[in-house]
Nanobody, 126 residues
Framework: QVQLVESGGGLVQAGGSLRLSCAAS????????MGWFRQAPGKEREFVAA????????YYTDSVKGRFTISRDNAKNTLYLQMNSLKPEDTAVYYC???????????????????WGQGTQVTVSS
């Protein structure tokens, strides 16, 4: 099973930027579809973005479209989330998720299976 470690979170002012990383180890990283999720205090974990094993296709939840960009470097076994124009409502713990299988990418937004990292805190001040 793949092991995932997120990093790059922190405190930033509204309008600022952060880049999150998710380092993978174990089975071949390129065999996994990958996703980012977040969980704000008192709320359920929600889907943010997903990317195919090759990086060729991505999709996003509506609230981050045009502001966040998901990408991956299979040579470095690393997933990224570039977050621009951050808003206070983006404050949450951010998690990466790895899934394998025929329908892994199509079902990524469900957040109901695969491997998870421990999360990294993002706090956006107003």
């Amino acid at each position: 099973q793949v092991q995932l470690v997120e990093s790059g979170g922190g405190l930033v002012q509204a309008g600022g930027s952060l880049r999150l990383s998710c380092a993978a180890s174990g089975p071949p990283f390129s065999s996994y579809a990958m996703g980012w999720f977040r969980q704000a205090p008192g709320k359920e974990r929600e889907f943010v973005a997903a990317i195919t094993w090759s990086g060729g296709i991505t999709y996003y939840t509506d609230s981050v479209k045009g502001r966040f960009t998901i990408s991956r470097d299979n040579a470095k076994n690393t997933l990224y989330l570039q977050m621009n124009s951050l808003k206070p409502e983006d404050t949450a713990v951010y998690y990466c998720n790895a899934k394998r299988g025929t329908f892994a990418f199509a079902t990524m937004s469900r957040g109901d299976s695969g491997s998870w990292g421990q999360g990294t805190q993002v706090t956006v001040s107003s």
